[in-house]
């Protein structure tokens, strides 16, 4: 179940463009996917446009990501877009939601809070992929209500913590055999609002803790590299600058000697392993 304070109802008629901001709840996909609807994710770089476009209505010190949701909208002008303003999410959607309303007044939007319970399980986070296509395929998954196709779990030799990076460039820093943890985890089981699980890592691999800058999961992103034995902290904005990057590469090349012991490191390693899912 969730709790969805749709403001106006939407017809019934098939084929809408819907826009999507963080993890609409399961009953909401499932019925975009049996209306045949087309949807966009808003989170993600779809428009090739300046993301100035967006300082007239979000401060330029502002989430990336958020950024970019205005950009999209405002230039695909979908017919509804679903908006997490909960805890799944953040505040910064929540005051998003009120900004697309007023600017956008053809566009019913809809603000939902996703409390979704229902471990999907997270196969791709832990399956042998470079990792630019691993949270390629985890964001396209959340479009759709079926079941993650099973993979088999790689034995890891590095880990990245946090959200899908407003700019993908950065991933492609990462070995094939890189875990996924953090929010982007939540999202391939099909529970974003999952605090236990976004706070799971793995302290026998070395593990980038990435979160975009000026969002809050930078102190929960610092705070959790600091507890890491081998963790580095790192936030980008709208891109990932060269500092960055090399600061990743130098991070993994250092981290990842090849030394016997990694092919005896756990598969992976669980906190909470009585609360949460099996993997
Ligand atoms: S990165 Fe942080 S501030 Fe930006 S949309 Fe995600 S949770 Fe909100």
């Not at 913590?161 to 929010?183: A, I, K, N, Y």
């Amino acid at each position: 179940m969730y709790t969805c304070s749709e403001k106006k109802e939407i017809g019934t008629e098939s084929n809408k463009r819907i826009g999507i901001v963080g993890i609409p709840p399961l009953a909401i996909i499932q019925r975009l996917e049996a209306a045949g609807d087309t949807i966009f994710d808003l989170d993600e770089p779809i428009v090739k446009k300046d993301i100035e476009l967006a300082s007239s209505y979000l401060p330029r010190v502002f989430c990336a990501i958020l950024r970019t949701v205005v950009v999209n909208a405002i230039s695909l002008k979908p017919d509804v877009i679903y908006i997490d303003v909960g805890p799944g999410k953040c505040d910064c959607a929540l005051h998003t939601a009120t900004i697309l309303t007023d600017i956008l007044p053809e566009t019913t939007v809809i603000p939902t809070r996703n409390h979704d319970r229902t471990d999907f399980g997270t196969p791709l986070c832990t399956a042998r992929m470079p990792l630019l296509d691993k949270l390629s395929a985890i964001t396209k998954s959340v479009q759709s209500a079926r079941p993650h196709l099973e993979l088999p779990a790689c034995i890891p030799t590095a880990g990245f913590w946090g959200v899908p990076p407003r700019d993908f460039s950065l991933l492609s820093l990462f070995p094939e055999t890189t875990h996924v943890f953090g929010w982007t985890r939540c999202m391939e089981n099909k529970t974003p609002d999952h605090q236990q699980l976004e706070e799971l890592y793995n302290p026998d691999i070395p593990t980038i803790f990435f979160a975009q800058s000026f969002c809050a999961k930078t102190a929960l992103a610092r705070h959790l590299a600091k507890k890491h034995p081998h963790g580095l902290y790192v936030d980008c904005d709208v891109t990932a600058g060269n500092s960055a990057k090399a600061k990743i590469q130098a991070f993994l090349e250092l981290s990842m000697p090849q030394k016997p012991e990694i092919s005896n490191r756990k598969s992976e390693f669980c906190f909470f392993s009585s609360d949460l899912p099996t993997f």
